[in-house]
């Protein structure tokens, strides 16, 4: 019986299991062996061992540690901005005013559109041509030239992380909404009953209640943070000058166009080992002590 | 069974409405118009940028001083946006129909015939869902150029199917979970097989989580990007999003009215699915991202 149950299991799990092992989990694995060689992409019996090589020359390569140094950048910035943004508007919309759920929709859409689209529409608003500076020079003359949104090295990286943040902060919000419709009402009558205010009620009562939602999120907003590519491969391409270069489109630059592929899929190792560490992060920042 | 949207259900008033004084309800009113009014800015601009001349998209306007609709057909012949189209639509519906099949049958097993060993399995492909697909995309691009399957839609097919399994059995599973045990070992006793009992019992009961997988399915696929690059040799004869994205590079400085134009023709159809199937979004929301 026991066998029967197991065997008719395995059945209805095979093809799902069967897809993942040959298309995501055989992939892993192989891209981690890949970087332990070095291989043009080619013939596949080329492939020579290197052992660590790629590693060494990872860190004494500059341009990887700037494309590191991008990536943790936007990582963090988009998180803290996303997280901000979703909860505060996620209580305003809360409240249900009027105008709520325009708010909601305006939000939500975002949500739904390529990256490649949002780039795209980010460059529209913020090129040369754009809206943006249409405003600054011809409408308020407050400036002559336009800001180089996208051209100017010190500006670039804030403007892609911009473009994130407007795309996703519809699903943080969303998420944050529907924590809140859980909230505790007696403990939040309590707590004005003792006098508690608008912001002691946030903070001593809605944000603890909403902790475990809040850690969810953080890691679902880092792991989506290192899979950045398309909003950078497009607006910029990683310029001007690698000022917006991140670890995906320096992978993507090494394997593709340089057909390096040993040492692209060593980067790929880093870019899996920080999503991996960011999603073994959610018990400590749910304050769970297992 | 069909939990409706929390929005729809949960009565409470909100925390500080019911008490706020009317001035502040104003102020937040405004604020939220003004905040979703911002929100709306980008595509109300490409929108606006989508139906003027060319020399006005130049004229440092803001608000538009021509019409010009036939922007729209000018770039769906000029940029061939109907290949790109077909073959978003071939891999958006592939893409579906396999990870859909696979995840209702995958969470069906996982949930019914449950062994300490299918439970390793089930966390494995859970740990799918963090995969980054640029750190996959080498061996992926290796692997379909040794099948012959290069230059494929299908291999852009299987490649997003594998992405979107794990989130499908995710959600479906758990709504399987919820299904009393009771129905089908009912349906057993009356002589059914384990597929007789799946198909006529549990089957019916799953439309709405398979209609939230579907849609999340439709949304990561459409708007995908970096399979459809890597696996489809020439971008002219790619997806919607490698094709704008080659648009943008080459015409976004001449023709910027027609990229416009090809942008707004590419986001209709998703965002139409989106709007309509919300519900079913936030749905999956909760049910893939709370309940882990």
Redesign the interface.
Known sequence: MQHR??R??????A???A??S???????V??IL?AFTSWN?FN?DEIAWSGVDNFRQLGSDDVFSTALGHTVIFVAVSTVALNVFGLL?A??????????D??R?????????????????????L?P?G?VN??L???FHVRTTPIGFLGDPDVALWTVITAAV?QYSG?NM??Y???L???P?ER?EAASIDGAG?WA?FRYV?LPFLRP?VA??VV?NL?GG??V??LV??MTSGGPDRATEV??TY??QQ??SFNA?GY??SI??V??AL??I??LMRGRLAGETV | MTAATPAATVAPRATTGARSSRPRRFAFSCVCFGIGAVYLIPLAWTLSLSVRTNTDVFSNRIVPHSFRPANFSDAWSQFGLGILFEHSAIITVGTVVLAVLFSVLAAYGFSRYRTKMSEVVFIAILLGLMVPPAGVIIPFFVSMRQLHLYDSLLSVIVGETAFALPLGILILRGFVDSIPVDLTDAARVDGATDWKAFWYVVFPLLKAPIATVALFTTISTWNGFLLPLVLLHDPQRSTLTVGLSRLQGQYGALNLELVSAAAILAIIPILVVFVAARRYYVQGLSAGALKQ
Request: without cysteine; proline residues 4%.
């Open positions: 149950r197991a008719a299991g395995a059945i209805f799990i093809p799902a299991a897809f993942f040959v298309f995501l989990l055989f992939p892993i192989a891209v890949l992409g596949i508007f209580l305003l919309i809360n409240t249900r005013v009027r105008g709520h325009f708010l929709v305006a939000m939500f859409l975002p949500l739904g559109l390529a990256p490649v689209v949002t780039a795209i529409l980010w460059q529209q608003i090129g041509y809206m249409t405003l020079i011809e409408t407007w699903f969303l998420l909404y529907a924590g419709q859980s909230l009402m939040l608008a009620r809605t939602v969810v999120v679902l792991i290192w899979k590519f398309e491969y497009v670890l995906s992978l993507y394997a593709f592929v692209a899929s790929a190792v870019i899996i999503a991996t960011s999603a």
